[in-house]
T-cell receptor, first 113, second 112 residues
Framework: DVKVTQSSRYLVKRTGEKVFLECVQD?????MFWYRQDPGLGLRLIYF???????EKGDIPEGYSVSREKKERFSLILESASTNQTSMYLC????????????FGPGTRLTVL | AQSVAQPEDQVNVAEGNPLTVKCTYS??????LFWYVQYPNRGLQFLLK??????LVKGSYGFEAEFNKSQTSFHLKKPSALVSDSALYFC??????????FGPGTRLSVLP
């Protein structure tokens, strides 16, 4: 079974803190993605990566950055957390090709106070 | 702009009855179509997808979905609902060469 793990299930941070969310997949997938999920808005793509050291902005990249130093690991960084970044963050991975589904991690519920 | 609509925020159905969760989309070209399910405090799980061929696609846990090109719809169905089907369901489309576009989600409640 494909496994996508995220470093924390729940996280509470203060405004202005730097926050790291880590994601690891064990299926040698080329593609990795970070989404945020908010009620009524579905999933919105923050950043994605199609290869090691490669990153592309998604629909809502402002206030975030990412790092992909190894194929299996994709990190999301909040440089200076703000209250409007309180959300559920979902990592996903998948094989190349538009007809392939994505595999999701369990999510990190981040609260910024 | 490309979009996916799930017109019902909430669907309630009695256990044993058939269920339908609706999805329509507005994207360019002929996208690939997907359904995912999310149980409480969990990530999304893939249910099924339409790539090409037969308009009726079968997936996990007895779910199926019907693709209608003229109506740009991809409704999720199950002949007999279970209480354990209660969850949040997301429709997603993937235009060729682009990333996924997700709908807002529909919460399904199956009542015993």
């Amino acid at each position: 079974d494909v496994k996508v793990t995220q470093s924390s299930r729940y996280l509470v941070k203060r405004t202005g803190e730097k926050v790291f969310l880590e994601c690891v997949q064990d299926m040698d997938h080329e593609n990795m993605f970070w989404y945020r999920q908010d009620p009524g808005l579905g999933l919105r793509l923050i950043y994605f990566s199609y290869d090691v050291k490669m990153k592309e902005k998604g629909d809502i990249p402002e206030g975030y950055s990412v790092s992909r130093e190894k194929k299996e690991r994709f990190s999301l960084i909040l440089e200076s957390a703000s209250t409007n970044q309180t959300s559920m963050y979902l990592c996903a991975s998948g094989w190349g090709g538009a007809n392939n589904e994505q595999f999701f991690g369990p999510g990190t519920r981040l609260t910024v106070l | 702009a490309q979009s996916v609509a799930q017109p019902e925020d909430q669907v309630n159905v009695a256990e044993g009855n058939p269920l339908t969760v609706k999805c329509t989309y507005s994207v360019s070209g002929n996208p690939y179509l997907f359904w995912y399910v999310q149980y409480p405090n969990r990530g999304l799980q893939f249910l099924l997808k339409y790539i090409t061929g037969d308009n009726l696609v079968k997936g996990s846990y007895g779910f199926e979905a019907e693709f209608n090109k003229s109506q740009t719809s991809f409704h999720l169905k199950k002949p007999s609902a279970l209480v354990s089907d209660s969850a949040l369901y997301f429709c997603a489309v993937r235009p060729y060469g682009q990333n996924f576009v997700f709908g807002p989600g529909t919460r399904l409640s199956v009542l015993p």
